[in-house]
């Protein structure tokens, strides 16, 4: 009912103050992607120069042509989508049932739990490269997608978990437990309840877990000795060799590096409405 | 089914404490504890526990490339590394830079991404999925390629900015470097740093923002609270955790920071911008000082739980509330 | 949480355990002989990293090696992947710590020292006369190889520096021929200025203040050394006389003549763009970088073709040229590898007579004086072929990519362009900084 009324109501000074800064917001973050898709389509003469060009009125495909026929660039997609949406599914899977035990579940270790994930955060991965090498040496997973999964796993859980412990936590237990009275079982309770409620929160960790292992670069790149199994991240720079840049075919390299993550966004974009409708929004 | 899914708001359920008669319950809550956590603690027992055993082991020893290559033990020699660590003066200088760099970092994401977040929730629809869209394309984009672009717009030969300004009336930016002095040149850097942490911070917590029933706030509101006060008083509340969360990541990843001032600074940075990530890469690892890096990285960790004690108590706290 | 400590440490003690296992692979280095002879039954997979350098300059060396070297084994696999310059060592750090290692790696011939005294490469010494010509390797890029009197890699090509400049500028200048004084560049320089000056953006010479590669030039061309060995310790020679009169003639020449940044190097933005853009008339520069400067494609400007010259750079001394720094890259063989033989046969397909004909082509210096003085009658590269005669390097010694890394050189030199330090102040902290690191500290 409520929002009926919202919908009706004329649009308000602040709506609009709103949209202007939001605006202007979008413009000025938006610059340096700009950048980059433009000097993706720019031909080559007019992509280093002293007096900027902010238009191209040549657009050309060659350096997308150029980065696409370079080598390895199908197996260095096929390789993230598997390193990537393989990280982001086991680590949500995992993350929640941890999240779930921490915020409605008392047992003993519990701080120590959160505190742990807490301080491995903390450790400069430029300290663990070698360790970690030295251990994925040992059980012969060097130069395999699965031990970098495995690695970006250990990177992008403690986040996730403590990202959806808040979402968990933001959940009054008092929803949960009306819908026991109700009959539900506890896991009903989680599904139908808790679930829906804390999607947001799934959504911004996904995306999160998504472009940390999509975009990583160094473990990648130290872990995969073969270039047919290196991932895209490891496969962009080679468009930076001691003798120069080739900023064509790199950015045009990085813009497709970046459409399926924003794909992968606009998918689940719906859900988050839908998500977020559970809580108040829709009538 | 779907009506089930219609959760009550949360101002519809009775008073906490009138808690439901107890359900039927095979498993103790302790037990189910413990298996929901068990995947997690293997995985990082496996992954992350055996690397950080060895990097404690290893600021004990001397561990050169000799012992590296041929497997042969390195010898223990106690607090050398981080007695070595401890009294170079630079050190202390670089961890003040260091701190100052991470609260203005830190402090501008969150003020910006809290702006973005609200605007997002004020906005009409098609701003919001603008917002929501470059956000999201600024997150793709990556890193390599983000820094590059930056130092290209700033470059002294080639810059964009540079081009830009010197077409007011009355600015000469021919042959500007914005490197010359560290102000400015942390300035640039700031802008990097904060550019790229923003679609984290603000879907993060435009995410936790939508969880907050509208009707709470018309509430307040209503009973003629400003905008401020209603998001002090009511908005920010809720999102406590959530702030807690990415107030602490921040300070992390800002405390670490490497890529955006060794790229920035054509991997040759002055000595007037190491940081903390930069000088244990100089020190450290970029000159195979396995163990003194090692070193550094224990001191590190022991900084940032010093700085983020305060929001880790809260954490804790806030996780025995429910 | 005592528990859980406990079973921490356990569970580390067993990985420990399995580390150590895992660890230690690998035929034992010996001094022994090699065995190129070929071996048709052979199988298996040769794992070579070359720098990414090859894949984009001469990939057709690259496949000529390998065909080379599939005559004589032709049924081993060859894997070449290829490195970054950036990230590299990191790599093969963690790659020679494990088991799984590359057979042929590419150095930088100044990266070489710390992992030549580590142990990480096969010594060579008795195996030389395998590889073409090798008594007359390329002394620079063979010094780089050399650790306490043995070898322990091949030389693959290097690359050394002469001035390029803009023909139809000397010309509108008024310059009929280019300087082979160092006073008659200076002349030109003032002419140039004159001509061009009121362009804020010209630069007679670009001189970007962290190049080190140049500033360096200078030092050794006024009589100067980075560093001397005496008996066992290393005695810097930055602060002696001869250092300062060329580090304030390199100061003097870069205030006269160059509006480049005093904070960047050649490779931020790579000079060559900045020289494409048509406000540089002469740039201190690789072989390649002349080419680029024109070339289609990464930010060079095709319309200057045919408006590059090459000439070497003056001496400030009277010598015939200025002594260039001997840059360039090695090839080497990990101790840890399996295939010792295989890899041998590879790398002298690699950096055979043939093969080294075809790097010359795309723009490199040749790894050994016979084919140097080749190069000599090739007109493209006999610039750079003489001042590579002439050539100096960093000491050979282990803490030596240390100082390179430490960016001790780089910083100061930015510091005495930017006038921030006087040249005697900058010189003296430079060579404290390099004597102690290079005596190990």
């Avoid at chain 3, 039954?41 to 060396?61: E, R």
């Avoid at chain 3, 930088?108 to 007359?136: P, Q, V």
């Avoid at chain 3, 060995?229 to 003097?252: E, F, Y």
């Avoid at chain 3, 082509?361 to 493209?380: D, V």
Wanted: aromatic share 10%; with cysteine; hydrophobic share 50%.
């Amino acid at each position: 009912m409520a929002t009926l009324a919202t919908r009706r109501r004329p649009r308000s000074r602040g709506r609009v103050v709103a949209n202007v800064v939001g605006v202007a917001v979008s413009v000025v973050m938006i610059f340096p992607v700009y950048w980059m898709l433009l000097t993706a389509v720019k031909p080559g003469s007019e992509i280093l120069t002293y007096t900027p060009r902010f238009v191209t009125w040549h657009p050309s495909g060659s350096n997308f042509v150029r980065a696409v026929s370079s080598p390895h660039f199908l197996d260095a997609l096929g390789n993230s989508v598997l390193v990537a949406f393989g990280t982001m599914v086991v680590a949500l899977v995992l993350a929640l049932l941890a999240a779930v035990a921490i915020a409605r579940f008392r047992f003993y270790g519990r701080k120590a739990f959160v505190f742990v994930i807490l301080v491995v955060q903390m450790v400069p991965l430029s300290a663990l490269i070698i360790p970690i090498y030295l251990l994925l040496n040992s059980i012969d997973a060097v130069n395999t997608l699965g031990g970098v999964i495995l690695t970006y796993l250990a990177f992008v859980l403690p986040f996730t978990i403590w990202t959806l412990r808040g979402f968990v936590a933001g959940v009054p237990a008092e929803l949960e437990e009306a819908a026991m009275v109700d009959g539900c079982t506890r896991f009903q309770a989680f599904r139908k309840v808790v679930l829906p409620l804390v999607f947001p929160g799934l959504v911004a960790t996904s995306i999160y877990a998504l472009i940390q292992s999509w975009n990583e670069f160094i473990m990648a790149y130290v872990l995969l000795s073969d270039q047919d199994k290196e991932t895209l991240p490891v496969w962009l720079v080679s468009f930076v060799t001691a003798r120069g840049i080739d900023y064509g075919a790199l950015m045009a390299g990085a813009t497709m590096m970046a459409v399926p993550v924003v794909v992968f966004f606009a998918i689940i974009q719906r859900h988050v409405a839908s998500g977020l409708t559970a809580g108040a929004v829709k009538g | 089914m779907s009506t089930q899914t219609e959760a009550p708001p949360i101002d519809a359920v009775g008073p906490p404490g009138t808690s439901a008669p107890r359900r039927r319950r095979r498993m103790t809550p302790r037990l189910v504890g413990y298996l929901l956590i068990l995947p997690t603690v293997v995985v990082l027992a496996g992954v992350q526990g055996y690397p950080l055993v060895k990097l404690v082991l290893l600021s004990l020893q001397d561990l050169t490339q000799r012992e590296l290559f041929s497997g042969l033990p390195a010898p223990y020699v106690g607090f050398a590394n981080y007695q070595k660590v401890l009294t170079d003066p630079d050190f202390y200088v670089v961890v003040a830079r260091t701190v100052v760099f991470t609260v203005v970092n830190v402090a501008l994401t969150l003020l910006l991404a809290t702006g973005v977040a609200l605007v997002m929730r004020a906005a009409s629809r098609w701003c919001r999925l603008l917002l929501t869209v470059v956000l999201i394309c600024v997150w793709a984009m990556p890193q390599v390629v983000s820094t590059l672009v930056f130092n290209w717009l700033f470059d002294y030969e080639f810059g964009v900015v540079n081009w830009l300004l010197g077409r007011l009336p009355g600015v000469d930016m021919d042959n500007h470097d914005w490197y010359a002095n560290a102000f400015s040149g942390f300035g640039v850097i700031t802008l990097i740093v904060v550019w790229g942490a923003i679609p984290f911070a603000a879907i993060t917590l435009y995410a936790g923002i939508s969880q907050v029933p509208k009707e709470l706030e018309e509430a307040a509101r209503v009973d003629g609270a400003s905008a401020t006060q209603t998001f002090l008083r009511v908005t920010y509340p809720i999102l406590r955790p959530i702030y807690t969360i990415v107030t602490v990541l921040s300070v992390i990843w800002d405390f670490q920071v490497f890529n955006q001032i060794w790229v920035a600074r054509g991997s040759k940075p002055e000595p007037e911008y190491q940081t903390l990530g930069v000088y244990s890469f100089m020190r450290a690892f970029g000159v195979n000082e396995y163990s003194l890096g090692a070193a550094v990285a224990v001191v590190t960790v022991l900084l940032l739980l010093v700085f983020t004690v305060f929001y880790i108590r809260q954490s804790l706290r806030l996780g025995e509330i429910d | 949480m005592k528990h859980r400590l406990i079973a921490a440490a356990g569970l580390a003690a067993v990985l420990l355990g399995a580390a150590a296992c895992g660890t230690g692979g690998g035929t034992a280095a010996t001094g022994d002989k090699l065995s190129i002879g070929g071996d048709a039954k052979a199988t298996g997979t040769l794992k070579v990293w070359l720098q990414v350098d090859a894949q984009t300059g001469w990939p057709d060396a690259v496949k000529a090696a390998t065909t080379a070297f599939h005559q004589k084994y032709p049924k081993v696999q060859v894997q070449v992947d290829y490195q970054q310059w950036n990230n590299h060592l990191t790599k093969l750090d963690a790659a020679l710590s494990g088991s799984k290692v590359p057979d042929v790696v590419e150095m930088g011939d100044t990266e070489t020292t710390s992992y030549l005294a580590a142990g990480a490469f096969l010594d060579l010494t008795k195996s030389t006369a395998l590889f073409d010509d090798a008594t007359n390797w390329n002394k620079g890029l063979a010094a780089s190889c050399t650790f306490e009197g043995k070898t322990y890699c091949v030389p693959y090509y290097s690359g050394s520096r002469t001035v390029f400049y803009r023909k139809d500028m000397f010309a509108k200048a008024g310059i009929a021929k280019p300087p082979t004084t160092y006073d008659e560049l200076m002349a030109d320089g003032a002419k140039l200025t004159g001509k061009y000056g009121s362009d804020p953006k010209f630069s007679a010479f670009y001189m970007p203040g962290k190049f080190w590669y140049s500033a360096l030039s200078f030092v050794y061309d006024a009589g100067g050394t980075i560093a001397t060995k005496d008996g066992s310790t290393w005695k810097g020679g930055l602060d002696s006389p001869a250092a300062i009169k060329g580090l304030t003639q390199w100061k003097a020449m870069t205030d006269k003549l160059s509006k480049a940044s005093r904070t960047t190097d050649e490779a931020n933005p790579q000079q060559y763009t900045v020289m494409a853009q048509g406000h540089v008339a002469m740039m201190y520069g690789l072989g390649w970088e002349g080419g680029s400067v024109a070339a289609d494609g990464n930010g060079g400007n095709p319309k200057l073709k045919d408006q590059i010259g090459s000439f070497a750079m003056p001496s400030t001394a009277g010598n015939p040229a200025m002594q260039s720094f001997a840059g360039g890259s090695d090839l080497a063989i990990t101790t840890k590898s399996k295939h010792a033989d295989w890899a041998a046969a590879w790398v002298n397909a690699m950096t055979g007579t043939e093969n080294e004909r075809a790097l010359m082509k795309a723009g490199n210096i040749p790894n050994t004086t016979t084919l140097l003085s080749e190069a000599a009658k090739n007109p493209a590269l006999a610039p750079a072929a003489a001042s590579a005669k002439n050539s100096w390097m960093v000491p050979i010694a282990e803490g030596w990519p240390k100082v390179e890394k430490s960016l001790v050189l780089q910083n100061g030199l930015a510091d005495i362009a930017s006038g921030k330090k006087s040249v005697a102040d900058a010189a003296k902290q430079m060579n404290a900084a390099v004597e102690s690191t290079l005596n190990g500290s």
